[in-house]
């Protein structure tokens, strides 16, 4: 007996109105599925063809020529650097903070719980702005940086700073639920089986998720190479030296170099797609293990 | 694949690319001196041509290899970075109001700034006027054309813009004009019924003229691509430089330039930072920068960026001849100054902040 079968025969047997309602729903699906094809492919694929069709309006030399760019190569640099600082410092943020979460009970667990979601909560540029508010010259710690020439802001360290700020949640609300849910008694039968606390976190507790936690690294990449907000505020917008990706994006946009502009844009946009293939691969893995 | 060689893998990869920077790195920096000018929105085309002139002119004087930073957005912004520590070498800001806010606010150089460089530290002015769509179809002729029904006027946000300010202004200044006929009247305030009518008028012109406005950008270049880019309004209100930017980038078949009766002589100050330029230990090379600005390729330069320079006999004369003859209003003539300005019209529960919020 195939599926088909199975789904069919009671509704033949049904009374008829319900036989009725039960067809209806057939139709209420394949109106769901249209409306959410037409949705994605109006505010999804249509844009993303878009930013490739214009990268590649005066043909390949032309789209490769914005790579050259000193400023181009200066703005993929930094982008780099940030994500690659970014994600280590998130990475052990995440696993410390859901470690804590999971395994322990402290006062004030369910604050720090929701403060780990504050960056989604709040607007990218209102992080910026506290920044600036905290290391600005008239800020709380400015004058002291100043006199002893540290930059923060207006430079790398605040890039990073500011990165770090927008895309913390990401790893630790990909562990937390797992962890919580996984309990600790494969843990404790380590320990009880002489495995120190550090061996413990090798073998048992890192293996048990670590598809969850490459897949938080990569939304937190995904969001670290592609932030605009808070990074903009912050950037100080110095040609070839703080300029991320998508900020340069916006500086050859506004200098009516389009052509450059979108074939850096396309680079985020290639991103975007590796993220998502990865992504993709992972869940699978993390079902199928 | 276990974890633990995934990690090793990362590890390993992480290590290659941090060598790659390391490689790198050498290539990329290395010079002798560089300087950060910090400026507003329409002047990335001609400091990019300008910096290149006095890389040549500084190596050629001096032996020294300069690299010159930038940093463009809307000049309210662009000044608020500075006060907030970034650390320019000099500013050349759209108006002067913005760099005595840093003067003020931060201290880095000292209030009397402006008079450290010949014609009030301003190496070029400009103007305001409209560019509308090719054959001028809304038939736009002067500021009252704007306030007339179905009329979309495209502006960048008075507060972050330094053009957007001198576009408000040059309204009002109209507004005022039509009414009083002679602007030297409002020096003696008289007679005083008059002007304050006049100035009722003015603020009621601003309102419907605001109410026009569909897009707010933060600064000029926003607001150009808005209405050149997206095809959003019928007039755009803008920098003479950065209305022929527009129609010579884009094409002159979509845009024409339309000269308003009344406009504001537009000065864009430039000044060293003193506080950075001791620091970097980069006066000199800013200074002569600045003082370059006034030099014939200076000069020349300018003009052919489509600022007006304020030694026209360095420029190209071809190029003075496209500059369009216009009424321009000085800032001190009808408004005492920007320090008055700011605090009537721009400053937060000011005359903009009135219109606009209840124009919405």
Not at chain 2, 94 to 106: F, G, P, V
Not at chain 2, 312 to 338: C, H, N, Q, T
């Amino acid at each position: 007996m195939t599926d088909n079968e199975l789904i069919k025969l009671p509704v033949d047997y049904l009374p008829v109105h319900v036989q009725a309602s039960v067809r209806e729903t057939g139709l209420v699906k394949w109106l769901l599925i249209i409306i959410s094809t037409l949705f994605l492919g109006f505010f999804l694929f249509i844009p993303l063809i878009t930013v490739f069709a214009e990268a590649f309006r005066k043909g390949i030399a032309e789209y490769f020529n914005a790579f050259s760019d000193p400023a181009a190569i200066a703005a993929i640099r930094l982008t780099l650097i940030t994500a690659l600082i970014a994600i280590p410092a998130n990475l052990i943020f995440g696993l410390a903070a859901s470690w804590s979460i999971a395994r322990f009970n402290f006062p004030g667990k369910n604050i720090l719980i929701t403060l780990i979601d504050l960056p989604f909560a709040i607007s990218p540029v209102i992080s910026g702005f506290i920044f600036v508010l905290f290391f600005g010259l008239q800020g709380w710690l400015g004058p002291w940086l100043a006199e002893n020439d540290i930059k923060i802001i207006f430079a790398i360290p605040g890039i990073v700073l500011a990165t770090i700020f927008v895309t913390f949640p990401f790893v630790a609300r990909e562990l937390i639920p797992l962890m919580q849910e996984q309990g600790n008694e494969e843990e404790q039968a380590a320990m009880l089986l002489g495995a120190s606390g550090w061996k413990t976190f090798w073998k048992v507790t890192l293996p048990n998720v670590k598809w969850a936690l490459l897949y938080g690294v990569i939304l937190c990449n995904a969001r670290a190479m592609g932030e605009f907000g808070a990074v903009s505020v912050v950037s100080g917008h110095i040609r070839g030296k703080t300029n991320t990706i998508p900020l340069h994006v916006e500086i050859l946009y506004n200098e009516y170099n389009f052509v450059a502009a979108f074939a850096v844009a396309s680079l985020l946009a290639f991103l975007a797609l590796l993220t998502l293939a990865v992504k993709s691969i992972i869940e699978w893995k993390y079902k199928h293990p | 694949m276990s974890f633990k060689s995934l990690a090793k893998k990362i590890n390993a990869s992480i290590h290659a690319i941090g060598l790659l920077f390391l490689f790198t790195l050498p290539l990329l920096a290395q010079t002798d001196i560089s300087i950060l000018n910090v400026s507003y929105d329409p002047t990335r085309e001609f400091y990019q041509d300008f910096n290149e002139e006095f890389i040549k002119y500084w190596k050629l004087k001096t032996g020294q290899n300069v690299t010159i930073e930038q940093s463009h957005g809307g000049a309210g912004k662009q000044a608020r970075a500075v006060i907030s520590g970034l650390e320019a070498d000099v500013v050349t800001l759209a108006l002067a109001y913005d760099i005595d806010m840093i003067a003020k606010n931060a201290g880095l150089f000292p209030t009397n700034w402006q008079s450290r460089l010949p014609h009030n530290s301003a190496p070029y002015t400009s103007t305001i006027v409209f560019l509308v769509r090719k054959g001028n179809p809304k038939k736009i002729k002067d500021w009252h054309d704007l306030i007339r029904n179905g009329i979309e006027v495209i502006t960048p946000n008075p507060k972050t813009s330094g053009g957007a300010r001198w576009n408000y202004l040059a309204a009002w200044a109209y507004a005022l004009k039509k009414e009083l006929g002679d602007l030297s009247r409002l020096k003696n305030q008289t007679p005083e019924n008059e002007i304050l009518q006049a100035e009722k008028n003015a603020r009621e012109f601003i309102t419907m003229l605001f109410k026009r406005v569909p897009v707010l950008d933060s600064g000029a270049r926003g607001s150009t691509n808005t209405f050149v880019q997206r095809g959003i309004g019928d007039v755009l209100l803008a920098w003479e430089n950065e209305a022929f930017l527009a129609i010579n980038e884009l094409g002159p078949d979509k845009f024409d330039i339309v000269v308003p009766s009344v406009s504001m002589l537009a000065e864009p100050p430039v000044t060293l930072v003193d506080k950075w330029v001791d620091k970097h230990k980069s006066r000199e090379v800013a200074q002569a920068y600045l003082e370059h600005l006034y030099s014939k390729t200076g000069q020349k330069l300018a003009a052919k960026h489509y600022y007006r320079p304020v030694l026209p006999e360095y420029a190209d004369p071809e190029d003075m001849k496209r500059f369009p003859d216009v009424l321009r209003i000085s800032i001190d003539e009808v408004f005492g100054g920007w320090e008055n300005v700011q605090k009537k019209h721009f400053n937060d529960g000011g005359i903009f902040d009135q219109i606009y919020l209840s124009g919405k």
